[in-house]
């Protein structure tokens, strides 16, 4: 039978309208097999990095065994040479030299590598009806009643009176206990359930059980807090008082793991932005001897507003680009200002179950490519650097050149709330900049989703960033 041949309308509409078409259907079996291997990769990393210390240390081992060295300030280094910086425990800087001068300008990608959690406060162990608690303060946007009855793992660092350092990690290992918050049970919840949303767990009622068990005497009171505090003194070596200077955050206890029949899916903990941090170390791990001087930035604090001396509305890494600057005669401002950035941080998948705050025109779906996203921020673009069409037009001519499947997206609604990335801060540095970055559903829950086809599609959007000429 002869095939039907298009009308003229079909054919124009063939040739010049939008048709989104799903990356699974437009990707060979081969490259499946590769974003699937990828996907393996990633989430061991996640299990491995799951506060932005461990990330950092992480991140250290696996360039250093890319041939990384730590940065040496004053140092001229030639075309491939490969190094790192690390900025407080907590950030670090990964750059590979390229073949043109750096005056012409970096290729920069930058990513961060806190997740919203749950902070321990400088005085958490108490006793009350004889269980013992932590008491905790939420670190980032959290939906508060999510984080009862959860396992929840206990990671930091415990610096002593002495000043020698103590590093926790419980809760992760086969045999180790975890911790968890309690709820209310469904038969005594009436006056829970009068609440509003935002309040039906408070801040105040984050605590975290511990322990249940006295300290054999009767002679003293809180003897399940004595007893806690004995088993942390005789592991540790701490004293209660050295709670004051420790950081210890509590985490999902859960492994990443595949979800769906089909596996197509990554379910975990701390995916933002931890899948962007993943693939953008991944590209700059890659690099052999780049045109351009390449760097990614995986940086701490974005989930609180990127202050603090390990975020990005701080000043280390302007420092470090001018650092690097004068050891070739050039301007760490003229650098800068003719460098581009990728900020790779995520963006929110439509969600069919809650449609409502999506427009659905202009937000990103799983399995549609890594989301190039022009412009963040609240309802009038507030808080936002909002990416120039003359920059956005070049990604668009890079990723469609090299085979990169990407969408576009935006936040929601125009009032539906909104959210922000550390690409202002980049922009104030005077480089062109634009979000790029992973779709996620449940973002900020403490099981975050996000599409295998997704994840690999950022990690050849930042390859190909770096690697152009």
Known sequence: MAEKKKSAAEELAEKILSKPKNGVLRTEDKEIAAIDSYNEGYKKFLNTAKTEREATEEIVKQAEAAGFKAFERGKKYKSGDKFYFVNRAKAVILTVMGKKNISEGIRLAAAHIDSPRLDLKQNPLYEDKEIAYFKTHYYGGIKKYQWPTVPLSLHGVIIKADGTTVKVRIGEDEGDPVFCISDILPHLAESQYKRPAPKLITGEELNIIVGSRPFKDDKISNKVKLNIMAILNEKYGIVEADFISAELEAVPAFKAVDVGFDRSLVG??????????????????????????????????????????????????????????????????????????????????????????????????????????????????????????????????????????????????????????????????????????????????????????????????????????
């Not at 539906?416 to 540095?429: D, F, K």
């Not at 005077?430 to 950022?458: C, Q, R, W």
């Open 268 to 469: 975990s903990y701390g995916q933002d932005d931890r899948v962007c941090a993943y693939s953008s170390l991944q590209a700059i791990l890659e690099l052999k001897k780049p045109e351009y001087t390449c760097m990614t930035v995986l940086t701490d604090k974005e989930e609180t507003g990127s202050d603090g001396n390990t975020g990005l509305n701080s000043s280390y890494l302007p420092y470090f680009i001018s650092d690097l600057a004068e050891v070739y005669g050039a301007n760490g401002r003229n650098v800068m200002s003719k460098s581009e950035c990728l900020s790779a941080d995520v963006n929110a998948a439509v969600d069919p179950t809650f449609i409502e705050p999506f427009e659905i025109r202009n937000c990103s779906q799983l399995n549609y490519g890594v989301v190039a996203t022009k412009f963040t921020g609240a309802r009038g673009k507030s808080g936002t650097s909002d990416a120039s069409a003359e920059f956005v037009g070049r990604i668009r001519r890079l990723f469609d050149a090299n085979g990169v499947i990407w969408q576009t997206g935006e936040l929601g609604k125009v009032d539906a709330g909104g959210g922000g990335t550390v690409a202002q801060y980049i922009a104030n540095l005077d480089l062109d900049v634009i979000d790029v970055g992973v779709p996620v559903l449940s973002m900020h829950a403490p099981f975050e989703i996000t599409s295998k086809l997704d994840n690999y599609m950022a990690y050849k959007a930042f390859k190909v960033f770096f690697e152009d000429k």
